[in-house]
């Protein structure tokens, strides 16, 4: 089933009171990349990076996990912090005998980025991202979005 997250981002717009242009401006997108978020429901988890998320889930008043949730709603009980979530990485790759290399074609992402920093994290990946990466570790996704 195909999450309404294109609904749900005009909706929280929309009560916000900002006009599309001040959500251009508030996420570093062009005209028809944050329009693309509002009318296709594929976009948010494969077009902006994670820090765009971050930015558009404040400008929308609502927690990342909220706007990127199946219903709206979910807020995870946990939330995993980018330094755990490295060292859980890290822990897998031990435990499992992988080699970076050998998870990054598990996952279908490099990990340098991820590895080097949390802003090159946030600036590098999407949400796609992070749902391959928990795939990987066996956790949430959901409790691992900035």
């Not at 709206?72 to 009980?77: C, I, Q, S």
Request: proline share 4%; glycine share 4%.
């Amino acid at each position: 089933m195909m999450t309404a997250y294109a609904d749900r981002i005009r909706t929280l717009r929309e009560k916000s009171g900002k006009s599309p242009e001040e959500m251009c401006d508030l996420l570093g997108m062009s005209d028809m990349g944050y329009f693309d978020l509002e009318l296709h429901d594929d976009e948010l988890p494969t077009v902006p990076s994670l820090d765009q998320i971050r930015r558009l889930a404040t400008a929308l008043s609502v927690t990342v996990p909220a706007l990127v949730s199946e219903d709206g709603l979910t807020v995870p009980a946990h939330r995993i912090e980018y330094r755990e979530l490295v060292e859980r990485t890290k822990d897998h790759l031990r435990k499992a005998g992988l080699t970076q290399t050998q998870f990054e074609d598990q996952i279908g992402w490099a990990l340098d980025d991820f590895f080097a920093s949390e802003q090159k994290t946030l600036e590098s990946y999407n949400l796609e991202f992070v749902k391959a990466l928990c795939a990987g570790l066996c956790i949430s996704w959901l409790e691992a979005v900035p």
